[in-house]
């Protein structure tokens, strides 16, 4: 069975410091990868996806995710985080031939403190 | 932008009652889906509809659960008898369609207490 393995379950940081959040998943065929984020108090909404192309994806509030197909990763990263980056960040995964439908990592819980 | 509704927004109940959940998707969009998540966890999959028919309801636990679409567009998760262990957001998602390339676009969701 697919599985998609977020293995920071919680990441503290200071503002201006840089992220990388990890994202795995166990799949080798074909893929989407996503990355949504759970703002305090809001739904879940898309931060960025890959679909073919260029494996480095940019997304919105400058985050950015790199998809590396020969170690199976989508990690998420972000230069200089902000206090408002604090949320809860998923990694979801789209595998083809199935069913289409989005399995999503257990998330890792970010803190930004000012 | 359009947003996926669900209600309620809280719910307590006390254990063997019964429960539903309401979800109406963004207009136009076919698929439906059923989250379910439990704190801590990401999201897991319960029932995914495309239009009125259910396409994959593999997780769903049958013994308790059910989920309709009957005009295609809004659904209802039912729990009947709730059990403790049902205690969890309940998310609603929706897309244009079924495929590679959708995103998900998706409600509030719905904090069950199972008391």
């Known amino acids: 069975a697919q599985s998609v393995s977020q293995h920071n379950h919680h990441v503290i940081l200071s503002e201006a410091a840089s992220l990388e959040l990890g994202c795995n998943y166990s799949y080798g065929g074909t893929v989407n990868l996503f990355w949504y984020v759970q703002y305090p108090g809001q739904h879940l909404q898309l931060l960025l996806k890959?679909?073919?192309?260029?494996?480095l994806v940019k997304g919105i509030k400058g985050f950015e995710a790199e998809f590396i197909k020969s170690k199976f990763s989508f990690n998420l990263r972000k230069p200089s985080v902000q206090w408002s980056d604090t949320a809860e960040y998923f990694c979801a995964v789209i595998r083809a031939g199935g069913s289409y439908i989005p399995t999503f990592g257990r998330g890792t819980s970010l803190i930004v403190h000012p | 932008e359009a947003e996926v509704a669900q209600s309620p927004r809280y719910k307590i109940t006390e254990k063997s009652q019964a429960v539903a959940f309401w979800c109406d998707p963004i207009s136009g969009h076919a698929t439906l889906y059923w989250y379910r998540q439990i704190l801590g966890q990401g999201p897991e999959l319960l029932v995914q509809?495309?239009?009125?028919?259910?396409?994959?309801d593999s997780q769903l636990p049958k013994d308790r659960f059910s989920a309709e679409r009957l005009k295609g567009v809004d659904s209802t998760l039912k729990i009947q008898p709730a059990e403790l262990g049902d205690s969890a957001m309940y998310l609603c998602?929706?897309?244009?369609?079924?495929?590679?390339?959708?995103?998900?676009?998706f409600g509030s969701g719905t904090q069950l207490s199972v008391l």
């Open positions: 509809f495309q239009d009125e028919s259910v396409v994959d």
């Open positions: 998602a929706s897309s244009f369609r079924t495929g590679l390339n959708e995103k998900l676009f």
């Open positions: 890959y679909f073919s192309g260029d494996p």
